[in-house]
């Protein structure tokens, strides 16, 4: 097994961090950084449970090697608020009651984030489609939606 | 994917070359052993699925230009190999003037995966089920390839022999995939059936363009390209050939959507049963040709 | 319950109360059984799995894997000869002398990283004779078929599940009411239809996971991702021969559980193995592809009715026979059938009843607790049928049922006299919100419109004495801590609790926490999270427990003040006299008690409110006629209807509107109440049009998300109109009762109904693809 030394930015930190060749993102962050927030649904680039923004960008994190992060700034939900105050993402879906179980919560979180980072008055069909890859059993995403409208309010322009 | 799916990717090392020439060495040092990495999105569904056994994949992202989308206005498109499509689709020149290719590519699977899936792995992985290869086969895209024995460049028309196979050659490398500016006019429609509204793999794809083209009887070309109803992605010449005599109708649309449904040899899997795929076909023709016409 | 009187709500109680679960959730700080970190010391297992439904074992050798460097251990099903289940109890922790279905644990590898044990795996090599396979519940239920327990005679069940041995059927419930067979004659109109719903799979999206530990003293703690903490102890206990309160499970957040993390299906794994590593943690969690097809799926059922109305459109008589495919082991879906059994009327009233509700082992993956019980399975049948006989008598589908629905003072099929229910406004409600007879025109010449409504009931279901416990207690900051034994698994349970607390109490809701893990050790006992049951169950349990905190507080203060404790109260925290007008905070008194006059002596001290709930009056039923006066607790009804238009293109559904209304007798929080709606209504939908476990000889084609499709944020209705209706139920707290699976169950009915209108075509069953309605539509010249 080859173990590679890599630098990556997580939540505004800058981490040195060793990771095997073959591990993913998801294993580095959830198992070598005990960033535990983002999850492990289906490890196959399906649910979205894993999501996290890498360089900006939302992706599955299980779909990403660890290796391939060097140099790369990463937000996972733990680094979506800041100094105490919740991002407006997790402050409305909360609010909005898009929460159940919470277990897909985390991947929500960061496409709501991405999708507001680049559209700061989505419609409801590009909030829809921006939560395709997030796979939710409970909520019926009804409440998620509605939180996401209320959080591109709630930002400031 | 599959019921014995492994938990977590096999050992493999990864390999990160500073120019496409160093991975080219490694790749054929390491002949069999070793694989190109990109987007990564099927690679790692084939690891886990105990399907590809490399002990090394090479990065080949951000290498000479594989990273870089550009656009010459006599040209034509040039996307690298490393590009994702959520950046094709966003790139403003690939919005006016290959809106097919946008389409297409927004259709795949969700934004996440979006961001990483490239649009040159999507060709190279060559499922008849791939969403943006009838838009780059209607566009007559040529890939670039970076082989043992140099550089050459492999017309997707010619480029795909069987699910999951290509022109590829051990060793091989696709650095870029070149799309020539459209002839002018050019019109075109992606039509993807789903089981649920998004996100799915195509049970069937029909994808359609058509252009002014004086060079035939009809005074127009129409072309269409079948998704996961034949071994290869399916371009159904006899669609082609129809529409060099007959010009585009609702009439003659109804007849080319029955050519189509001929042509394609559809089979029933966990997806879909060939019956229902050739209907689709057909409606779908349909559909897609009727929705050209409007345009044209 | 004077304290919980349903026209009067002590606030928090009724209000729509942020939860108290959240917080953690949108900020990551949620652990999760697969989050909590334990070393560089755990081992990580992996299974090794029959590849063949059905086999002898001949032998299995594990020399090879014992040997790879970094595996600890290597177990088989030689190691553990009890048998293990939660009634009947029929399945081993690890296959012994044969296999029954794919995926059966044959052997596991506990080693130091999970990728050494899964490299383990292939070094086990065991010797399998095939033997002949069942993959058909009818034919499984014959004499040709092969036997799948041939020791099912020696099994340990309750009194209430009746096997049959020498066969494959594992539960026989029959209901004789009236006289069918001569009824048929005073029926002016009859209808037959038969109906296959097939296997669906809960799909949670955190997948199963739980951690073991076993101390050298023989101590075991299993943490897991569990509804039923209390359960799986016991049935681990008694499987590996531990007592009761040497084993400690803790249950943290639970990422969805929809029925699949109830009982025990892989949580005995890790204890098992880790009897033989002791000292050592080993974790097993399930991939996705496990996740589908080695844990609970939902049974699939084949449902053959018969049923007639006289010419007035009164129903009269039901022959409902029933074929559900258990699986390989049926120790949780004997009751499946059981409960689809005494319900298996639906809510209506016929006078004479035939039903025969057959659980039969098959070697598919095992049927277990799917939310809705069986409820949804049986529906999908009923409710088709009831319209389809409506339609014979020319009746207004909607008048037809309002006419038949079961109401209160009515005797059900069992012998049960139904209690109060809302059911007829649910359907009324219904009937108004998709604007029931007006047929609407499609929105273009390609779409075929139609409407489809269907109604549902359900009761918890589960053993006699199923029962809750809890107790409140002060800290020094003067909050209150509730600790109780049912799970919070997203449906809001915790902030439920809290409000009533808050509300018996008289203290602010701020004050109230209600908090996991859940931990036999320290947690009350409560049965299960299951069966919609806590509201209502361990809602009675902890006002109980809140009302005798509240007691003991009014008693030490009147005391001190040396008043009547009949003229105190609590109001926001504090405790207040209407004789005196004195107060004082609850603060004061919840741990420290109170001085006497110049500090000669103390009177109080720390408080802890104790109560429990358990039911003591349901009956059991008889084993000829399943009649008996009190089959279950009460039932939650209710009616769900959708306007749809179908694509004549590609036979493709779009959901236009949706309507759901259920009668929860009281919500406690509305919110909370519609989410449940929500999400149900959506998981009805999804596994309706979208889901099916691809079977080919017992192996399932689909285990991904690849394939096996579930609905997306771009798959919902456009609308969903919900209304919450209220008669109390006599003995819930503040009349409430239960709603956690109510809104998924009625859902595929009501959607084959609006197919049925938009189409006049009927479909075997769901799931109702595209490909399925166009084909159908094709075959009946309706598009060409």
């Given at each position: 097994?080859?173990?590679?030394?890599?630098?990556?930015?997580?939540?505004?930190?800058?981490?040195?961090?060793?990771?095997?060749?073959?591990?993913?993102?998801?294993?580095?962050?959830?198992?070598?950084?005990?960033?535990?927030?983002?999850?492990?649904?289906?490890?196959?680039?399906?649910?979205?449970?894993?999501?996290?923004?890498?360089?900006?960008?939302?992706?599955?994190?299980?779909?990403?090697?660890?290796?391939?992060?060097?140099?790369?700034?990463?937000?996972?939900?733990?680094?979506?608020?800041?100094?105490?105050?919740?991002?407006?993402?997790?402050?409305?879906?909360?609010?909005?009651?898009?929460?159940?179980?919470?277990?897909?919560?985390?991947?929500?979180?960061?496409?709501?984030?991405?999708?507001?980072?680049?559209?700061?008055?989505?419609?409801?069909?590009?909030?829809?489609?921006a939560l395709v890859g997030n796979l939710c059993r409970c909520t019926g995403y009804v409440r998620i939606i509605e939180g996401i409208k209320q959080a591109a309010k709630l930002q400031k322009p | 994917?599959?019921?014995?799916?492994?938990?977590?990717?096999?050992?493999?090392?990864?390999?990160?070359?500073?120019?496409?020439?160093?991975?080219?060495?490694?790749?054929?040092?390491?002949?069999?052993?070793?694989?190109?990495?990109?987007?990564?999105?099927?690679?790692?569904?084939?690891?886990?699925?105990?399907?590809?056994?490399?002990?090394?994949?090479?990065?080949?992202?951000?290498?000479?230009?594989?990273?870089?989308?550009?656009?010459?206005?006599?040209?034509?498109?040039?996307?690298?190999?490393?590009?994702?499509?959520?950046?094709?689709?966003?790139?403003?020149?690939?919005?006016?003037?290959?809106?097919?290719?946008?389409?297409?590519?927004?259709?795949?699977?969700?934004?996440?995966?979006?961001?990483?899936?490239?649009?040159?792995?999507?060709?190279?992985?060559?499922?008849?089920?791939?969403?943006?290869?009838?838009?780059?086969?209607?566009?007559?895209?040529?890939?670039?390839?970076?082989?043992?024995?140099?550089?050459?460049?492999?017309?997707?028309?010619?480029?795909?022999?069987?699910?999951?196979?290509?022109?590829?050659?051990?060793?091989?490398?696709?650095?870029?995939?070149?799309?020539?500016?459209?002839?002018?006019?050019?019109?075109?429609?992606?039509?993807?059936?789903?089981?649920?509204?998004?996100?799915?793999?195509?049970?069937?794809?029909?994808?359609?363009?058509?252009?002014?083209?004086?060079?035939?009887?009809?005074?127009?070309?129409?072309?269409?390209?079948?998704?996961?109803?034949?071994?290869?992605?399916?371009?159904?010449?006899?669609?082609?050939?129809?529409?060099?005599?007959?010009?585009?109708?609702?009439?003659?649309?109804?007849?080319?959507?029955?050519?189509?449904?001929?042509?394609?040899?559809p089979i029933d899997d966990v997806r879909g049963t060939a019956r229902y795929r050739k209907m689709m076909v057909r409606n779908l023709t349909q559909q897609a040709l009727s929705a050209i016409l409007v345009k044209l | 319950m004077a304290m919980t009187d349903a026209n009067k709500l002590p606030s928090p109680v009724g209000e729509s109360k942020p939860r108290l679960d959240v917080l953690e959730k949108v900020t990551g700080a949620a652990i999760y059984t697969d989050d909590i970190q334990f070393g560089p010391g755990l081992l990580h297992a992996r299974i090794k799995r029959s590849p063949h439904p059905h086999a002898l074992i001949k032998g299995i050798d594990t020399s090879k894997a014992e040997q790879l460097p970094g595996v600890k251990v290597v177990v088989t099903g030689d190691d553990f000869p009890k048998r293990i289940g939660l009634y009947l109890v029929d399945k081993h922790i690890f296959a012994r002398e044969r296999v029954r279905f794919i995926g059966e644990p044959v052997a596991a590898v506990a080693a130091v990283t999970e990728d050494i044990a899964e490299k383990a795996l292939d070094l086990i090599e065991v010797d399998y004779e095939a033997l002949e396979a069942v993959f058909d519940p009818v034919y499984g239920a014959s004499k040709e078929a092969p036997l799948i327990h041939?020791?099912?005679?020696?099994?340990?069940?309750?009194?209430?599940?009746?096997?049959?041995?020498?066969?494959?059927?594992?539960?026989?419930?029959?209901?004789?009411?009236?006289?069918?067979?001569?009824?048929?004659?005073?029926?002016?109109?009859?209808?037959?239809?038969?109906?296959?719903?097939?296997?669906?799979?809960?799909?949670?999206?955190?997948?199963?996971?739980?951690?073991?530990?076993?101390?050298?003293?023989?101590?075991?703690?299993?943490?897991?991702?569990?509804?039923?903490?209390?359960?799986?102890?016991?049935?681990i206990a008694k499987s590996l021969g531990i007592s009761e309160s040497d084993m400690r499970v803790i249950a943290p957040f639970v990422g969805g559980g929809f029925g699949c993390k109830a009982g025990v299906t892989m949580e005995a794994l890790p204890v098992a193995i880790a009897s033989k590593v002791k000292g050592r943690p080993v974790k097993l969690l399930l991939t996705r592809e496990e996740e589908f097809y080695t844990n609970f799926v939902r049974q699939a059922l084949v449902i053959k009715l018969k049923m007639g109305c006289d010419a007035e459109g009164n129903l009269v008589a039901l022959h409902n026979t029933m074929y559900w495919d258990g699986g390989a082991s049926t120790e949780y879906g004997v009751n499946i059938t059981r409960a689809g059994g005494y319900n298996s009327t639906g809510p209506y009233i016929f006078q004479n009843v035939h039903t025969d509700s057959l659980c039969v082992y098959t070697n598919h993956p095992i049927g277990g607790a799917y939310r809705g019980f069986g409820m949804s399975e049986l529906h999908t049948g009923i409710e088709q049928c009831i319209d389809m006989l409506a339609e014979e008598i020319g009746m207004d589908k909607v008048e037809f049922r309002l006419k038949n629905c079961v109401k209160d003072g009515d005797i059900i099929l069992t012998g049960m006299t139904m209690h109060p229910t809302g059911l007829s406004e649910c359907i009324k409600k219904v009937a108004k919100a998709i604007d029931w007879g007006v047929k609407a025109k499609p929105s273009s010449p390609n779409k075929l419109r139609g409407k489809g409504l269907a109604l549902m009931w359900k009761a918890p279901s589960m053993p006699p004495n199923a029962g809750s416990s809890a107790a409140v207690k002060f800290n020094e900051d003067g909050t209150i801590t509730v600790g109780v034994g049912g799970q919070e698994i997203g449906q809001g349970t915790f902030t439920a609790m809290a409000q009533m607390v808050a509300g018996v109490m008289g203290i602010p809701y701020e004050w109230v926490r209600v908090r996991g893990p859940l931990d036999t050790?320290?947690?009350?006992?409560?049965?299960?999270?299951?069966?919609?049951?806590?509201?209502?169950?361990?809602?009675?349990?902890?006002?109980?427990?809140?009302?005798?905190?509240?007691?003991?507080?009014?008693?030490?203060?009147?005391?001190?003040?040396?008043?009547?404790?009949?003229?105190?109260?609590?109001?926001?925290?504090?405790?207040?006299?209407?004789?005196?007008?004195?107060?004082?905070?609850?603060?004061e008194v919840g741990i420290y008690g109170l001085p006497n006059e110049n500090f000669e002596g103390w009177k109080g001290g720390p408080i802890v409110g104790r109560g429990k709930f358990m039911p003591t009056y349901v009956t059991n039923l008889d084993f000829e006629t399943g009649q008996g006066e009190r089959a279950v607790v009460h039932y939650t009804t209710g009616a769900q209807a959708f306007e749809i238009e179908i694509d004549k293109d590609t036979g493709k559904i779009e959901v236009i509107n949706a309507a759901s209304a259920f009668d929860v007798g009281k919500a406690i929080n509305p919110e909370l109440v519609k989410a449940q709606i929500e999400g149900g209504m959506v998981q009805?939908?999804?596994?309706?049009?979208?889901?099916?476990?691809?079977?080919?000889?017992?192996?399932?084609?689909?285990?991904s998300f690849v394939d096996y499709r579930i609905a997306t944020s771009a798959d919902i209705p456009t609308g969903h109109h919900i209304d919450i209706v209220e008669v109390p139920q006599d003995d819930g707290p503040w009349g409430a009762r239960g709603i956690g699976e109510h809104p998924m169950v009625p859902s595929a009915a009501a959607l084959a109904n609006a197919i049925y209108d938009a189409t006049g075509l009927r479909l075997e069953g769901p799931p109702f693809s595209s490909e399925k309605i166009y084909l159908a539509m094709l075959d009946a010249g309706l598009v060409d």
């Open positions: 097994m080859t173990v590679h030394t890599i630098t990556v930015n997580v939540n505004g930190e800058d981490e040195i961090v060793e990771v095997p060749a073959h591990w993913t993102l998801l294993q580095m962050l959830r198992y070598r950084m005990g960033l535990v927030g983002t999850k492990n649904g289906c490890a196959g680039g399906e649910c979205g449970a894993c999501t996290v923004m890498l360089n900006g960008a939302p992706v599955n994190s299980c779909m990403v090697l660890g290796v391939e992060c060097d140099g790369a700034k990463i937000i996972t939900v733990e680094g979506l608020s800041h100094d105490g105050q919740l991002d407006p993402v997790q402050q409305a879906i909360m609010e909005a009651g898009g929460v159940q179980c919470g277990f897909c919560t985390p991947g929500v979180l960061i496409s709501a984030r991405a999708l507001l980072d680049r559209t700061s008055k989505p419609t409801e069909a590009e909030i829809q489609e | 994917m599959s019921r014995e799916a492994h938990p977590a990717l096999p050992e493999f090392d990864y390999i990160k070359p500073k120019s496409l020439s160093e991975a080219a060495s490694f790749l054929a040092e390491h002949v069999g052993e070793a694989r190109p990495l990109s987007g990564g999105t099927d690679i790692f569904v084939r690891m886990r699925d105990g399907v590809f056994r490399e002990k090394y994949l090479v990065d080949i992202k951000g290498l000479d230009g594989t990273d870089e989308i550009a656009f010459n206005p006599k040209a034509g498109l040039t996307i690298g190999a490393a590009v994702s499509m959520n950046r094709v689709s966003a790139y403003e020149a690939v919005q006016k003037h290959y809106p097919l290719l946008a389409d297409a590519s927004n259709s795949v699977a969700s934004y996440q995966l979006r961001n990483r899936a490239t649009v040159v792995g999507n060709i190279c992985n060559a499922s008849p089920a791939g969403d943006t290869i009838g838009a780059c086969l209607l566009y007559s895209g040529v890939l670039n390839v970076h082989g043992t024995d140099g550089e050459r460049q492999e017309p997707l028309s010619t480029f795909f022999k069987g699910p999951g196979q290509t022109t590829l050659k051990t060793g091989d490398m696709a650095t870029a995939l070149h799309l020539p500016l459209p002839p002018k006019g050019f019109v075109g429609k992606y039509l993807k059936l789903n089981r649920n509204n998004r996100g799915d793999l195509a049970i069937v794809g029909v994808t359609a363009c058509a252009y002014p083209n004086k060079d035939v009887p009809s005074g127009h070309s129409v072309k269409i390209a079948l998704a996961s109803v034949a071994p290869t992605p399916l371009v159904v010449t006899a669609v082609e050939e129809f529409f060099q005599k007959e010009k585009l109708t609702e009439v003659s649309i109804s007849e080319a959507a029955q050519i189509a449904m001929g042509a394609c040899k | 041939p020791d099912l005679g020696d099994y340990d069940v309750p009194n209430f599940i009746f096997p049959q041995p020498g066969t494959n059927i594992a539960n026989h419930f029959k209901v004789r009411r009236g006289d069918v067979e001569n009824a048929w004659q005073d029926c002016d109109k009859i209808v037959e239809a038969e109906f296959y719903i097939p296997h669906v799979q809960h799909v949670p999206i955190e997948p199963h996971v739980a951690v073991a530990k076993f101390d050298t003293d023989g101590t075991v703690t299993l943490w897991a991702a569990s509804q039923s903490p209390f359960a799986q102890r016991n049935l050790r320290y947690s009350p006992y409560e049965w299960q999270t299951v069966a919609s049951r806590l509201t209502w169950s361990m809602g009675n349990a902890v006002v109980a427990a809140a009302t005798d905190a509240r007691q003991q507080l009014l008693e030490v203060v009147a005391e001190h003040w040396e008043e009547n404790p009949d003229d105190l109260d609590i109001k926001s925290g504090k405790i207040i006299s209407y004789s005196s007008e004195r107060e004082m905070s609850v603060k009805g939908l999804s596994s309706a049009i979208y889901e099916r476990m691809i079977l080919e000889e017992g192996a399932m084609q689909n285990p």
